[in-house]
């Protein structure tokens, strides 16, 4: 079985460890989330728990949508809502609560977000091209060159590297160290950089 929590990117800081030398987290605000449905084999096809992040504003801003779905399970509305998978014999139900207390200090858990989003990026800063010479006369800086032959095959074969949107996918870091665990405030402190912009959603899962 796999534990996650919904939380919110605040920013990043630094602290110090134990010998004294400087780390960089970034804190989330981990919670607090609700159980808001939980999936079956027997019903759904898969074992899941869908859990929600509490809107501190008591679901004022929720659509209709989810503030019906989140009666129907006898839940404060909630406005943003993630999957987690788990076991069959996982005892998780509506209405049970998911705290940052879940988690340890000292252990990885995987981190997936939405990254932040570039715009529409060039193949030299999307795929790293090196570009061409930047000497006067040549004629080829930035371009991407040939994208394929002419009388065979004549197309451009699928997956070929090119300029494009860039960012605001999802991307999953795997095996962030979280630093320090703040239970009174609900806040997880995770070495390093996660996905995504100040005040996005995060999903931090921890693999059993």
Do not use: W
């Not at 992040?53 to 779905?69: C, I, L, M, Q, T």
């Not at 371009?143 to 991307?171: C, E, K, L, N, T």
């Amino acid at each position: 079985m796999s534990k996650g929590i919904i939380g919110k990117k605040l920013g990043m800081t630094q602290i110090f460890n134990e010998q004294g030398q400087i780390v960089p987290v970034t804190v989330i605000q981990a919670g607090p989330c609700v159980v808001v449905q939980r999936k079956t084999s027997a019903k759904d096809g898969y074992e899941a728990v869908q859990i929600g992040f509490v809107d501190p504003n008591g679901g004022k801003r929720a659509s209709k949508a989810e503030k019906g779905h989140c009666e129907k399970q006898g839940v404060a509305p909630v406005r943003v809502l993630r999957e987690i998978k788990v076991d069959a014999s996982d005892a998780a139900k509506p209405g049970d609560s998911v705290l940052a207390s879940a988690f340890e200090a000292k252990t990885k858990v995987n981190v997936t977000g939405i990254s932040k989003g570039k715009g529409f990026a060039g193949v030299i800063k999307r795929h790293h091209f090196a570009g061409g010479r930047a000497t006067h006369g040549s004629m080829f800086h930035r371009a991407p060159g040939s994208i394929g032959q002419s009388s065979y095959p004549s197309r451009v074969f699928p997956g070929m590297r090119m300029a494009g949107h860039m960012g605001d996918a999802q991307v999953t870091v795997r095996n962030l160290e979280i630093a320090k665990v703040d239970v009174e405030n609900n806040l997880l402190l995770i070495k390093g950089a996660v996905p995504g912009p100040k005040g996005g959603y995060i999903v931090i899962k921890q693999e059993a």
